[in-house]
Structure formats: structure tokens, C-alpha cells
């Protein structure tokens, strides 16, 4: 117990002591006087106001920006995958798709949304919408590029093996592209937060972002920090929440790397 | 060149010589520009799945147990895998890795993942064995353990074996032929006449060491 307790202090003890002193140097400089507080509010005025607000946040918009990110992740997931092992199958399709995908990517965001409110209103699949352009990016292409990463070794020893395509996808394309979509995930989960959060600034009636928009035109700042307070959170535990699945998923993958290391 | 039932034959070459082409040929991974492949008697169109192929990395996969991996050619030709079982639980005891069906390749010395992609290999149930360079990447005390093992296996095997090596000590020790990849598309011939069982002492025995200056002659010759 007390070595665990170590080696957690040593990884992120020195973090937790610089964000305890920078939010100390932050409270001080604004007690202080030295920025007004309507741009730069202090902590302990943006902790007191996430509890005025909690109810508001935590039983209405929280929810609501949730909703948008899960909605929009599971899609993305589904529709990802299955184009990025469609365009691992077909050359067609990947000559034909691919340029479409950057395309999707280059189009600036903001620019785009609005196109999405004009189809969808202010339903929450505006939002998935935004969500989904955002986050299926980098899970096609970490399905595309996992599928690719090494096989070729084990593809010719299956086939001498008298293995088929299906077979040699399944036995070990898929085992060796895990790894590489999980890094996706990671990477698209957070996008989603971000995605549904330009969503409800362009256009919503609840949401974290909603009322973050809200409370900057109010100049309510210390609201304004404590939504975007929530929203970086939501981003860490869904980040952690597919670390957490990765190790779980990937054991033998993962102790192979540990023992490595020694 | 051609290969008899139940024999070893090495084939030796120098870097570039196209031994790995040979066998990828061989295998069915490839298919030749000229000439022709004969298995069994008859001129073989697919051979992929007819013929066991270890390449010279163990690809083993890394998140399967020793059993799984050794079971992969079984799960891949749909054979029944419980039939399989006591043979793979024998295999493995037979191969020294007993104790080891539930490690991780990454558990395991460079000589044993030669042993497990070995076994595998034995398990596709083929009758020709093309082994490429297997022991190449094994330190020298390492190889010579794992060629006394492949000495006393080799009777009851009963398998016919296509060996490419560089090591020309290795290929005199385990032969029953050799045959030499030259410049320009020759190839040299060498029946290995050391009676068998052998075993690796044999390296230090005069005949041995006669046999072997032969070789690097016909090797040298030809540059």
C-alpha cells in the first residue's frame, strides 16, 4: 500500500505541486487587484460559483453536453470503423474516400456548422452533427492505418498456411490494429467535447457550451470559468475512461511492453 | 534440384542469391517466371497450404499463450482443436516447453520462441518443411543447443526438410544434401556422407573438417 502510494506520488506529485501553486500565484494575483476580476475571475469565485450554479449545470446542461458527446462518439465509433476496414478491403474505396476525408477536415468548423443548424434546427442533431465531423476522423484513420501497421510477416504465414482474407484479418490484422485505433479514440473522445461544445455555441437551448456562450455575453466570467471548468473535465474522465478500456482489453499486449522496458 | 522424402537438405547461398525467393516459390507466396514445381509427384498450381513455411523471425503473436500460437495452424485449416490437443500437450513436451503452454512469447528465450514457431510449424501437419534461416538470429551457445535437440528429434520426425542457412557448420552437421546457390543461376550439389544418428560433436572430427574445407572452396572458387 505505501509503495503504491510512491510510485503515485512520483508520477504525479510534481504536477499536482505546480497546479496547487499556480492556482495560488492565480488567487493572489487577482485578490490583489492586479486583473480586474470580470476578465480574469479568482478561483475560489469560480468554485463558489459552480456551487451556486450546480444545480443548473449539473442536473441540466452537464447532461445535456453528455448526451451530444456519447450520441456523437458511439456514431463516429460505428461509422469510423466500418469505413476505415471498408477502405482496408477495397482500393476502390480508399482511392474514392480518402480525399473526401480531408477534405471533411480541412473545411474550418465554424464555417460549416452553421450549415448543420440550417438542416437539423436547434435539435440535438445539429450538435451530433458537429460532433460526429469532428471525432470520426481520427478513428478512421487509426482503423485504416492499424490494419495496415506490420501485418505483412504474419499475412504470408497464414497464407502458407492456407489461411483466407477473412482469417487473416480476423487472427491478426484486428489484434494488431487495437492498439493503434485505442490511440484514435483517445484522440476522437476529446474532440467530441469539443465538437458538441461548438455545436451548442452556434445554436442550442441547453448545454454547457450554451451557457457558457450565455454567461459571456452576460460577462459573468466566473460562470463562464466554471462551464469550461466542467467541459475540460468531461474531456479528462472520458479520456481516462478509454485509457482505462484499452488496458483492460489489451493486457498481454501491454505486459509485453512492461517487461520490455526492464 | 530435388528433394526426397524423409531427407534434410540444406541450401546455402550468399546474401542476395535468392534463397528466400526459392522458397517463397516454393510455398506459393510467389509464382515463378520460369520452370516449374513439383510436389508429390505432380506439377502443383496452388500450393499455398501444402507445404509448412517458418520464416526467419518466429512471428509468433504476441497477446497468444504457447498453446494458442501453437494452435494457430489448426484454427486456420478448421480442424477439430480438441482432437489436437493431446498431440500439441506432447508436441510441447517433446520440444522442452513443457510448464510453458499458459507464458507469453515475450516470457521466453530467443531458443525456446524458436522452438514454438518450430512446433507450430510441425502442427500445419505438411509433409515438407521449409525452415529459413531459423536458428540465424541465436547466439552461438544457443544454436548449438538447439542443433544436438534438432539431432535427436530428427529420427522420429519423419518430415522432409528444406533448410536454408549461411552457417556452413550447420548445414554439414544436419544434411543429408546440400546444395549451393552460385552466381548466375548455378547451383552445386554435396551429398553429406556422416552416417546417422550424428551428433554435434561430430564438428571436430577430422571428416567433418575435410567436408567443410570443401565447401568454403567451392564457395571461394566460384568469386
Known amino acids: 500500500m505505501k509503495n503504491r502510494f510512491k510510485t503515485w506520488a512520483e508520477n504525479y506529485g510534481l504536477f499536482l505541486l505546480v497546479v496547487v501553486l499556480l492556482i495560488s500565484v492565480w488567487e493572489w494575483v487577482v485578490k490583489q487587484g492586479f486583473i480586474p476580476s470580470f476578465i480574469l475571475p479568482a478561483p475560489t469565485s469560480i468554485w463558489q460559483s459552480l456551487m451556486e450554479n450546480r444545480q443548473l449545470l449539473l442536473e441540466q446542461h452537464l447532461p445535456a453536453t453528455l448526451k451530444e458527446v456519447l450520441l456523437g462518439f458511439i456514431l463516429s465509433l460505428i461509422g469510423g470503423v466500418i469505413i476505415g476496414v471498408g477502405m482496408h478491403f477495397s482500393r476502390a474505396l480508399e482511392k474514392v474516400l480518402y480525399p473526401f476525408l480531408v477534405i471533411s477536415q480541412t473545411v474550418p468548423l465554424i464555417a460549416i456548422s452553421p450549415i448543420f443548424i440550417m438542416w437539423f434546427g436547434y435539435s440535438i442533431w445539429s450538435k451530433i452533427a458537429v460532433t460526429i465531423l469532428t471525432a470520426f476522423f481520427p478513428i478512421v484513420v487509426s482503423t485504416y492505418d492499424g490494419l495496415k501497421t506490420g501485418g505483412e510477416e504474419y499475412r504470408e504465414l497464414l497464407l502458407t498456411m492456407g489461411g483466407n482474407r477473412w482469417q487473416i484479418f480476423k487472427k491478426v490484422q484486428v489484434p494488431l490494429a487495437l492498439p493503434v485505433l485505442f490511440s484514435g479514440l483517445k484522440m476522437s473522445v476529446v474532440y467530441c467535447v469539443v465538437g458538441a461544445t461548438i455545436g451548442e455555441w452556434l445554436g442550442a437551448s441547453e448545454g454547457l457550451g450554451y451557457f457558457s456562450r450565455r454567461m459571456s455575453g452576460n460577462l459573468q466570467a466566473d460562470a463562464l470559468f466554471a462551464a469550461i471548468f466542467l467541459l475540460s473535465l468531461l474531456g479528462i474522465v472520458l479520456f481516462l475512461l478509454i485509457g482505462l478500456a484499452e488496458k483492460l482489453l489489451l493486457k498481454s499486449v501491454k505486459n509485453q511492453k512492461g517487461s520490455k522496458r526492464k | ?223
Open chain 2, 1 to 223: 534440384m530435388n528433394v526426397l522424402p524423409g531427407e534434410f537438405v540444406s541450401v546455402i547461398g550468399a546474401s542476395g542469391s535468392g534463397k528466400s525467393t526459392l522458397f517463397k516459390l516454393i510455398a506459393g507466396l510467389l509464382e515463378p517466371d520460369q520452370g516449374q514445381i513439383w510436389i508429390n509427384g505432380q506439377k502443383s498450381g496452388k500450393r499455398l497450404g501444402k507445404v509448412g513455411y517458418m520464416p526467419q523471425k518466429d512471428l509468433l503473436l504476441p497477446w497468444r499463450t504457447v498453446a494458442d500460437n501453437v494452435m494457430l495452424p489448426i484454427e486456420i485449416s478448421k480442424e477439430k482443436k480438441q482432437e489436437k490437443t493431446s498431440e500439441i500437450s506432447e508436441g510441447l513436451n517433446r520440444f522442452g516447453l513443457a510448464g510453458f503452454e499458459k507464458a507469453y512469447p515475450h516470457e521466453l528465450s530467443g531458443g525456446m520462441k524458436q522452438r514454438v514457431a518450430f512446433l507450430r510449424t510441425i502442427m500445419t501437419g505438411r509433409e515438407l518443411l521449409l525452415l529459413d534461416e531459423p536458428f540465424g538470429a541465436l547466439d552461438s551457445m544457443t544454436k548449438h543447443n538447439m542443433h544436438s535437440w534438432l539431432l535427436e528429434l530428427w529420427e522420429d520426425l519423419q518430415k522432409t526438410v528444406l533448410f536454408i542457412t549461411h552457417d556452413l557448420e550447420e548445414a554439414i552437421l544436419l544434411s543429408d544434401r546440400i546444395f549451393l546457390l552460385l552466381d548466375k543461376g548455378a547451383i552445386k550439389e554435396l551429398k553429406v556422407e556422416i552416417p546417422r544418428p550424428r551428433r554435434s560433436e561430430l564438428i571436430y572430427q577430422t571428416e567433418f573438417i575435410a567436408m567443410r574445407k570443401e565447401l568454403e572452396m567451392l564457395i571461394h572458387n566460384e568469386k
